[in-house]
């Protein structure tokens, strides 16, 4: 059975990077200079926080 996790991700003009954080799963906050890279980031995170928050 899979799940569907939102991912909210927004440009920070003053930090000069994109982040991305869920409601969906607890502990998702992901950092990274371009859009690329934060899904790159956020693909890994959300591996482990899914396997941390129980959901497998």
């Not at 930090?15 to 200079?33: H, N, R, Y």
């Amino acid at each position: 059975m899979s799940s569907i996790i939102l991912v909210r991700a927004d440009w920070d003009d003053e930090a000069g990077v994109w982040f991305a954080t869920s409601s969906d799963i607890d502990g998702l906050a992901v950092e990274a200079p371009t859009v690329e890279a934060l899904y790159e980031r956020v693909s890994g995170a959300l591996q482990d926080l899914v396997e941390l928050n129980g959901l497998v």
